[in-house]
């Protein structure tokens, strides 16, 4: 009689995280001409338009299979991938070292607060890899799935609220220094 060993615990591979960063130009000499490039060419969406934008794009999948009256987690992967837009302005001849300077913070500023929009990403692929370590096996398929399932949408309505209060908070970033209040 031939028996089949039960399988060894999965590998729960650390998340694939993939970031791009995406540039608009803009062009302008004065601080109202590059406000208004960044009111015109600024991410857009449904919301309305942003002067800097991250996306994440998080997938994540995993298959069971019943093994001796257990189920056990089968290939297991996060994917997120966060694409992060961003404006982009190179002075012209003769530019006011005032002005470069009010550019260059407000640079880091836009890049500091989307760059925690990015980390909220990472975290909740982290956290979905943390919640299959966590579940591995179970002693049925149905149950297996559906906590993961369960825990998997209360780990991303965290990552929405934690996205929507930082904008709050932060005035999409008006109190970390992206506005241009010049």
């Known amino acids: 009689m031939f028996v089949t060993p039960p399988l060894p615990p999965p590998t729960i591979p650390a998340p694939v995280i993939m970031e791009d960063v995406r540039y608009y130009v803009i062009e302008g000499r004065s601080e109202s001409e590059l406000v208004a490039q960044m ?3 600024g991410y857009l969406d449904e919301h309305g338009r942003y002067w800097g934008y991250t996306s994440p794009q998080l997938k994540w999948s995993f298959d069971t299979e019943p093994v001796e009256g257990r ?17 982009t302005w190179t002075p012209p001849p003769g530019t006011s070292a005032a002005l470069m300077a009010k550019w260059r913070a407000f640079d880091r500023a836009i890049r ?12 909740e692929a982290r956290e ?16 297996l799935d559906a906590s993961l399932q369960a825990e998997g949408r209360v780990i991303m309505r965290k990552a929405d609220a934690a996205n929507a209060e930082l904008d709050k908070r932060t005035g999409h970033g008006a109190t970390e220094g992206v506005a241009i209040s010049w």
């Open 39 to 41: 009111n015109a060419k």
């Open 71 to 87: 189920c056990y987690l089968v290939d297991p992967k996060v994917v997120v991938i966060i694409t992060t837009t961003l404006p």
């Open 128 to 143: 979905l890899v943390a919640l299959m370590r966590k579940h591995r096996h179970d002693v049925s398929c149905s149950g």
């Open 112 to 123: 500091h607060h989307e760059g925690e929009h990015a980390q909220i990403a990472r975290d």
